[in-house]
């Protein structure tokens, strides 16, 4: 697997379980949403600044994409973890960005099955200041 299988999962799932590490080192598993725009994937932190997965990821804590149905993590965090993971980084998007318009409009699309509360959140100007560009990890070299 590389960097190309997160961005078709990213492109292709209905939910994704994203894998972040508590205090101490333990992973955790959160199921998120997410969208490509011309190639390059985003999440957004629903929930603003105030979900713990935004808070470790812009930390600098490590974090990594399940490979897998991340739908998982929505029934049982714990199973997620079971999936075979690959290591991401991330980059944060100003809210001011011209591609957030893009987002909306791919979130929208990809989303419109959903619950009109659940898009709504995620289009929120709190979740909008929250955008994370999904990126292959830093190389160690």
């Known amino acids: 697997m590389g960097f190309e299988d997160v961005v078709e999962l990213l492109d ?3 939910v994704v379980a994203v894998v972040t590490t508590r205090s101490g080192g333990a992973p955790i598993a959160t199921p998120i949403w997410s969208v490509v725009v011309d190639g390059v994937p985003y999440v957004r932190s629903a929930f603003g ?3 713990w997965w935004y808070r470790h990821v812009r930390a600098g ?3 990594a994409v399940a490979m897998g149905d991340g739908a998982v993590a929505e029934r049982d965090r714990d199973a997620a ?13 100003p809210a001011d960005d ?11 699309t990809k989303y419109a099955h959903a619950r009109k509360s ?9 979740a909008l200041a929250c ?3 999904i990126e292959a990890p830093l190389s160690s070299e």
Not at 81 to 93: A, G, K, M, N
Not at 98 to 108: F, G, P, S
Not at 118 to 126: G, H, K, R
């Open 12 to 14: 292709q799932t209905q």
């Open 49 to 51: 600044d105030g979900s």
């Open 61 to 63: 804590r490590p974090v």
């Open 81 to 93: 973890l079971d999936l075979p993971r690959e290591p991401v980084s991330t980059t944060y998007v």
């Open 98 to 108: 011209d591609v957030q318009r893009l987002i909306d409009d791919e979130l929208r």
């Open 118 to 126: 659940s898009v709504d959140a995620i289009l929120s100007d709190e």
């Open 131 to 133: 955008t994370l560009r």
